[in-house]
């Protein structure tokens, strides 16, 4: 299984971004699909999760500014972050929980894209 992220790039505080992260390969279904961040010198942190059924969860953090969503045909997940702030500056990492067959499954991680807001 792998995840491949994109979509980050550079902007300007209060601009907006969309990250997209994809799951192929040996894919018997695709459980909770999540982002995380890491900022530099700082641990990885959840930013947000959607479940299949479309529930979803953020950080208070990024209440009211992300918005994350997922596209179940295409083992998809999107991160649509607005008013972005610099303390926002960070590598996303795309998350999904896969199960490759009826008995496995396993967390899987993308590459990571990077995301730089300046003030």
């Known amino acids: 299984v792998q995840l491949q992220a994109s979509g980050g790039g550079l902007v300007q505080a209060g601009g907006s971004l969309k990250l997209s992260c994809t799951a192929s390969g040996g894919i018997y279904r695709v459980g909770i699909m999540a982002w995380y961040r890491q900022a530099p010198g700082k641990q990885r942190e959840l930013v947000a999760t959607?479940?299949?059924?479309?529930?979803?969860n953020f950080a208070d953090s990024v209440k009211g500014r992300f918005t994350i969503s997922r596209d179940n045909a295409k083992n998809s997940v999107y991160l649509q972050m607005s008013s972005l702030i610099p303390e926002d500056t960070a590598i996303y990492y795309c998350n999904a929980d896969v199960a490759t067959s009826f008995w496995g499954r396993n967390a899987y991680w993308g590459q990571g894209t990077k995301v730089t807001v300046s003030s």
């Open positions: 959607v479940t299949g059924g479309g529930r979803t």
